[in-house]
């Protein structure tokens, strides 16, 4: 063990209990295929970990840079997979015997899960984990059998792997080749006592609990399933496997930006507006409310904090922002205007509404984009984004949905897609705003939903591509309430079922839809037959109506074709 020193002394975890088998995923994020080379990413709120299908874990990743390099068991290939944004299921069957290897990237742990189940042979598995340490003075390992302990640097910060379930009783056994730090051990995993190891970051004073990984995971045993996040949130199902996923990828990235703040990866400036509006149109409200502090003084920070007054009905963090926001907002559009103003009226403070809906003379200026929004609206889309391989620019994103809604292509759910694709292959260094500019358009543009907390209402105004045939959203956030709207198509008719899970009062949906078609020929509510006004937008009809959500409501409606 050149360079390694090896620290009696060195402070080691709790052991943890033996955590029971990890069930394999069941929920609507679920991708199966046969194993491949492709390199896949899973994310949490404080870590990452590259996997590749074939050769198993690349890298585990967290705030503090790479915890693991390669790790590897020497068992039979990967003949398929089920992978969903946080979890990969190898099932690995050969001469050797059948196993099944279990990654979780935990939501809150800067770290991984990684479980065997199966039938070793006699003398096992040999597992092998590569690790982050040059030989050097300030290199100390400790090895207390299946628990091993590292710290590096003046900073002292490291990291920790411990087994639970069959092992090889000697415990870990530390190398070092040209260069690179190995730890190896043989592992005994049998169908019904699993071997689990759990990596995790570990800073110079931290004590790290007894596994907070697997509390989240038995959590999930409990539901006998696993979600892509802990905490709820927003979840589609529209039968497009990479925008359903993207949006749990999405969702996944903006927690890690936003959680991690006060790392090196911290985010600042309209970034950091960006983050909290896809935060709140992803339901992740707690997250969102961690970053409030930061914001107040651009046109970005006013508009977050004003969709925040719309999503929870909370105007406090508004409210003690004005006068840095004043400034900001002197010579801001319109718009952003009157959507300030709205939530300061929803706070109480009437003078600043009415200051804010004043006119205001310019001299003109670029204005803030909004949803299909700009100047340059009519320049063709197509080749903005057939052009290059990374996700569009936020630009092309609104433009994109802009014609979506206003005509009968699909250019905002290719723009979507596009982006939200891109975070299943990258890291969580460069997610973030691009994310939460993806979720914002999609709840906000593609569902239409418009919330407004303070006085318990919300507008839903899907505008979907002519040629899908249904779409699901659940876990929508607005104040104390959770929602979901589900809309199919067939034939002349178009069905919404608009639903509220949780939350006290019940809101007041307002529907709005926007169809296919050249005219409104009948109406349903709950069964019965409506009488509802429809007008003309943009090329298609617009139904509007009115209804409280105190229970279940379902809305049909059928246009005569175009």
Do not use: K, Y
Request: with cysteine; glycine share 12%.
């Amino acid at each position: 063990m050149t360079g390694l020193i090896l620290a009696p002394d060195l402070a080691l975890p709790r052991f943890a209990p033996d955590p029971g088998e990890i069930p394999p995923p069941r929920d609507g994020l679920v991708r199966a295929s046969r194993a491949d080379g492709r390199e896949r990413v899973f994310a949490g709120a404080r870590s990452l970990v590259r996997a590749n299908g074939l050769a198993g874990v690349v890298s585990v990743e967290t705030g503090g840079g790479a915890l693991t390099g390669p790790i590897r068991l020497a068992a039979p290939p990967a003949a398929n997979l089920l992978a969903t944004p946080r979890t990969l299921v190898r099932e690995r069957v050969g001469a050797g015997g059948g196993l099944r290897e279990t990654l979780v990237v935990p939501e809150r742990l800067p770290g991984a899960v990684i479980q065997w189940a199966g039938d070793a042979p006699a003398r096992g598995w040999v597992l092998d984990v590569e690790l982050p340490l040059a030989p050097s003075p300030d290199t100390r390992v400790r090895v207390d059998g299946p628990l091993l302990r590292w710290a590096a640097g003046s900073e002292g910060a490291g990291g920790v792997l411990q087994l639970t379930g069959p092992v090889d009783g000697a415990g870990w056994t530390l190398m070092v080749e040209q260069g690179r730090a190995r730890a190896r051990i043989a592992i005994h995993p049998h169908a019904q006592h699993p071997v689990t190891l759990l990596l995790s970051a570990v800073e110079a004073h931290d004590r790290l609990p007894s596994l907070p990984a697997l509390g989240a995971v038995s959590a999930h045993r409990r539901r006998d399933t696993l979600e892509p996040h802990d905490a709820p949130g927003l979840v589609v199902r529209t039968g497009v496997p990479d925008l359903d996923d993207g949006v749990a990828w999405a969702r996944a990235a903006i927690r890690a930006r936003l959680v991690d703040r006060g790392r090196e990866r911290h985010v600042r400036g309209d970034a950091l507006a960006d983050l909290v509006r896809g935060a709140l149109a992803g339901g992740e409200v707690d997250v969102a409310r961690a970053a409030l502090q930061d914001l107040g003084s651009t046109r970005a920070d006013a508009e977050a904090l004003a969709l925040w007054v719309a999503w929870t009905g909370r105007p406090e963090p508004l409210l003690e922002a004005r006068a840095s926001l004043e400034p900001a907002l002197a010579e801001a559009p319109d718009a952003l205007r009157r959507r300030v103003a709205e939530a300061a009226e929803a706070g109480g403070d009437e003078a600043w509404a009415a200051e804010l809906r004043r006119p205001v003379a310019r001299d003109g200026g670029r204005r803030l984009p909004t949803l299909g929004g700009g100047d340059d609206d009519d320049a063709p889309v197509a080749p903005l984004l057939e052009s290059g391989e990374g996700p569009p620019d936020a630009d092309t994103l609104r433009r994109a949905m802009g014609r979506t809604c206003s005509d009968t292509s699909d250019w905002g759910v290719a723009a979507l897609r596009r982006a939200l694709a891109g975070a299943s292959r990258r890291g969580l260094d460069v997610l973030g705003p691009e994310a939460a500019l993806t979720l914002d358009l999609l709840v906000r543009g593609l569902l239409g939903v418009e919330p407004d907390a303070s006085v318990g209402r919300v507008r839903v105004g899907p505008c979907f591509p002519a040629g899908w045939a249904s779409f699901r959203a659940d876990d929508l956030q607005v104040g104390d309430a959770r929602l979901g709207v589900e809309m199919t198509r067939e034939g002349p008719w178009t069905r919404l079922v608009l639903r509220q899970s949780a939350g006290g009062a019940p809101v007041t949906w307002i529907v709005e839809p926007r169809l296919v078609g050249r005219a409104l020929v009948q109406a349903r509510v709950d069964g019965a037959p409506a009488e509802i006004d429809a007008e003309q937008v943009d090329g298609r009809i617009r139904p509007r109506l009115q209804i409280p959500a105190e229970r279940e409501r379902t809305v049909e409606l059928e246009v005569s074709p175009p």
